[in-house]
């Protein structure tokens, strides 16, 4: 029998196979398709303070291996996400993780301090989105920023594990090591890529806000890559994401150091793909006689180990 289960922090997770925050809303569009408690853990849109309205429309569009969005982090704001997304959610036997955004260090203090305890097993401290103008991916660019919104969250973070993710766009093994010494339980990996389109026909970009990020198959070899390297600086848990829509993909990001794996975009495509990518893993982990998880972890073979 295999044994899939992970620790991240205080956070304890049946299987290592979690969604990517605003991929799957608050969980009830998802919930019309599977069980969620079969999930390692349901990741939220984020959340701010309050209410935001995100960017204007046209804000998604197809790209050749992906998609380009521009969301903008719209999202209902702290107060109906405790009163009416939070409870539905719990209905299900599966760990939440609220991700968290601010336009300023005091706005992610505020809501680390509301969410811990509030009934969301972990935090995960957005500073990685490159759609909204001010704050998120500014703080994770910022070695300064960055070190001093990570050690103000933890002090406020007591009852939950605190997960910081990273931006693609600034050297992630560095932050990633800030992170760790600044207290964060894991780091998480990678957010969108900045990318654009454009009609060739109006000569318009496809995505009213112009620049948008892109996600699906067409970043993974770059995640990849990048959870490599976060993985190699720190000895916290490293979640990886970027591109994966099935069993092997979530393979490959554990085999380069993540011990979880969250799906993104492959959800829009097939609402299942989560249950596929755990699947997957299972029989991977079958085939090879591989009883744990961990055995997976950061098992790329290299140079003289070939």
């Not at 997304?85 to 036997?93: G, M, Q, S």
């Amino acid at each position: 029998m295999t044994d899939l289960q992970v620790r991240i922090g205080k956070l304890k997770l049946r299987n290592p196979v979690l969604t990517a925050s605003g991929t799957a809303g608050y969980g009830e569009e998802l919930a019309e398709f599977f069980d969620l408690s079969r999930l390692g853990a349901m990741v939220m849109k984020g959340i701010s303070l309050e209410p935001w309205r995100g960017n204007p429309t046209p804000r998604i569009t197809e790209t050749p291996c992906g998609m380009i969005n521009s969301i903008g982090l719209q999202n209902v704001g702290l107060e109906v996400f405790l009163k009416e997304k939070l409870p539905f959610v719990k209905k299900w036997d599966v760990p939440i993780i609220a991700n968290i955004i601010g336009t300023s260090a005091n706005e992610y203090v505020r809501l680390a301090s509301e969410l811990d305890g509030a009934g969301v097993e972990a935090i995960e401290l957005n500073v990685s989105c490159p759609n909204i103008k001010k704050g998120g991916i500014g703080f994770g660019r910022d070695m300064g920023s960055f070190v001093r919104l990570v050690g103000a969250v933890r002090k406020k973070v007591r009852n939950s594990a605190l997960i910081v993710k990273l931006t693609p766009d600034a050297p992630v093994a560095m932050f990633a090591r800030a992170a760790e010494e600044s207290g964060a339980d894991a780091v998480s990996l990678i957010n969108t890529i900045p990318a654009m389109a454009i009609d060739i026909n109006t000569r318009r970009p496809l995505i009213k806000n112009v620049i948008g990020g892109l996600s699906g198959p067409a970043v993974k070899p770059i995640a990849v890559r990048m959870v490599y390297q976060a993985s190699q600086a720190v000895k916290i848990p490293v979640i990886g994401m970027g591109g994966i829509s099935g069993g092997a993909d979530a393979i490959e990001f554990m085999l380069a150091g993540a011990v979880a794996v969250a799906v993104g975009s492959a959800i829009f495509r097939d609402p299942l793909a989560p249950l596929r990518v755990l699947e997957g893993l299972e029989s991977y982990m079958r085939d090879r006689g591989i009883k744990n998880v961990s055995r997976i972890t950061g098992g790329l073979r290299t140079g003289n180990d070939i």
